[in-house]
């Protein structure tokens, strides 16, 4: 199963010759992570709150055509992998049914008492599963 986003590229998204300038896709593929995270009714405010975090440990991101100011993006989410205690997010930007990005983002679950990386909780491995690539659960 995936979860889709949807944005619009704005101005601000965009250097002088109208394509988005490469740092701002990972900004929208972490709008996409909170907006899948509250659907999943996991609340990151009180997560951060309470201590537990959900940092990024490694990103990457491949480019395969332009991003251009005014265009309709959906981003399609999916759990890549579920590991012991980290889980990679694969993300897909599309525009009128083109790929045009793929950006991955591994999350590590750090334990509230040691602020070290811990066994996902339960609750969260749950939450994620229906979203996993069933290739490499």
Known sequence: ?????????????????????????????????????????????????????????????????????????TVTLEIETLGTSSFTVAYAFHASESLLAKVRTVHAYLDPSFNAAAPLPPTLRQSLRPYCNTLNV
């Open 1 to 73: 199963m995936t979860h889709s986003y949807v944005f619009d590229v704005r101005l601000h998204d965009v250097d002088h010759a109208g394509v988005m300038f490469f740092a701002r896709l990972f900004v929208h593929a972490h709008d996409a992570y909170e907006v899948f995270m509250a659907h999943l009714g996991l609340d990151l405010c009180a997560m951060i709150h309470t201590g537990e975090r959900l940092p990024v440990v490694h990103a990457s991101a491949d480019y395969f055509q332009p991003l251009r100011h005014g265009e309709q993006i």
